[in-house]
């Protein structure tokens, strides 16, 4: 298999589009080579062992091919999309024992909330804007998005990891999340 | 609804990045139920996880995976479309809170802390950090001066208080640091009811003793 191919937001798309149009396993094999290695290893950063993380890649993708038709090709790219739906199982699965989902904003989105309403968020140029954005900042700032996002730090033992005050993981939080709310809106 | 008071940019991070804890995430999902604006940073924050994930470095997959996914995808179109969701328990609640409930807030068993303040405890996931609670405090009554020694966030539900930070009316959110502190009065005709997550119970526990200590002398 092509572990780790690249594959560009349009040909992510119009992969997602033909699993939720015509049911299309070749797409969805796609789709898999592009994200079951990175979603592997993002599983194992936040702590899976590789069994796990695989058995998580494996709902993830399945729950892929299930949401497909919900996803809604103006709001963000494919891999923001991913990227919930991997958040949310790992979440669900954490918390399986009380069925307490993760209460993700999809279900209970308002009309509002339809591509057309949020210029912010609809360039397909964003992507790109946004891995610039990313690598032009401090790496102090990097540190704490990677250790919440990556590896699923809270921001208090963000705190006691890099022995800095709460407060001051928290202005480097907000810092990152002003610059690179910057930089999309920009394009908008 | 007119909401004046929101989450910290900080929070809403961590809430996309799914690292914020358990009882807080429910707080922040209830108020993005009723905030646009803030539906939308979170968004915004949520690229930043799909920008993240494409630059991961792959990690090899075994080959049974992609065989195991593809026996178990069914081919039938997926009719679930967003929005359709039945919501169990009282419309006047955000949904995610009236999923967590499943009931109205009337029936609700209240267990009375000290005179004017009632609680009502959510149960959380085994292992979950922290402490989640409805919280009822009656007309006129203060919830004295303290101090918070970890972070807690509150979401007003109904009626209405006030304290230095302004007044909090129902979908505003008081995202308050350690050490902050403040001492709040329900100014609205009904009682004040608020969904609020503390991090740590033991210190919760604290704070539940410092607000009993002017009635009880603990």
């Not at chain 1, 699993?19 to 789709?31: E, I, N, Q």
């Not at chain 2, 008071?5 to 993005?32: F, I, K, M």
């Not at chain 2, 593809?70 to 081919?75: G, I, N, R, T, W």
Request: hydrophobic fraction near 40%.
């Amino acid at each position: 298999m092509n572990d780790g191919q690249t594959l560009t937001g349009e040909e992510l798309s119009a992969l997602v589009t033909a699993v939720a149009k015509s049911r299309d396993r070749a797409a969805f094999a796609r789709l898999f080579a592009y994200f079951a290695p990175r979603l592997k290893a993002f599983m194992m950063r936040k702590g899976a062992d590789p069994a796990t993380a695989e058995d998580l890649v494996q709902e993830t993708m399945i729950a892929i091919w299930n949401k497909a038709p919900l996803y809604v090709e103006g709001r963000g790219a494919v891999s923001t999309w991913v990227f919930t739906i991997a958040r949310n199982q790992r979440i669900d699965r954490l918390r399986r024992e009380n069925n307490h989902h993760y209460a993700d904003i999809d279900d209970y989105d308002q009309p509002s909330d339809e591509p057309g309403g949020d210029e912010v968020l609809m360039d397909r140029q964003a992507g790109d804007r946004l891995r610039e954005a990313l690598a032009e900042l401090p790496e102090e700032q990097m540190e704490v998005i990677r250790l919440a996002y990556i590896d699923d730090l809270a921001q208090s033992e963000i705190a006691s990891r890099l022995r800095l005050p709460l407060g001051t993981v928290k202005s480097r939080m907000r810092l990152a999340y002003g610059r690179l709310r910057q930089k999309l809106e920009v394009l908008a | 609804m007119n909401i004046k008071h929101h989450p910290d940019d900080a929070t809403l991070l961590a809430y996309a990045a799914g690292s914020l804890g358990e009882a807080a995430s429910l707080v922040v999902a209830s108020h993005l139920a009723w905030c646009p604006g803030c539906r939308t940073t979170v968004r915004c924050a949520e690229r930043l996880g799909g920008t993240l994930i494409d630059g991961m470095q792959a990690e090899p997959v075994s080959a049974g995976v992609l065989d195991r996914c593809l026996s178990a995808l069914d081919d039938a179109p997926a009719a679930q479309t967003p929005g359709t969701h039945t919501v169990a328990g009282d419309p006047a609640l955000p949904t995610p809170l009236a999923r967590r409930l499943g009931c109205p807030i009337s029936q609700v068993r209240w267990k009375r802390v000290a005179p004017g303040i009632q609680l009502h405890d959510l149960h959380l996931s085994p292992g979950a950090r922290g402490r989640l609670s409805l919280m009822r405090v009656a007309t006129g009554r203060g919830v004295p001066e303290h101090g918070h020694s970890g972070s807690e966030i509150t979401l007003v539900l109904s009626g209405s208080y006030t304290d230095r930070f302004g007044r909090f009316q129902p979908g505003d959110i008081a995202d308050l640091d350690l050490d902050v502190e403040h001492d709040l009065r329900v100014d609205s005709a009904q009682p004040c009811i608020c969904l609020v997550a503390a991090e740590s119970p033991i210190r919760f526990k604290g704070i539940i003793a410092r607000l009993m200590q002017p009635f009880t002398g603990i």
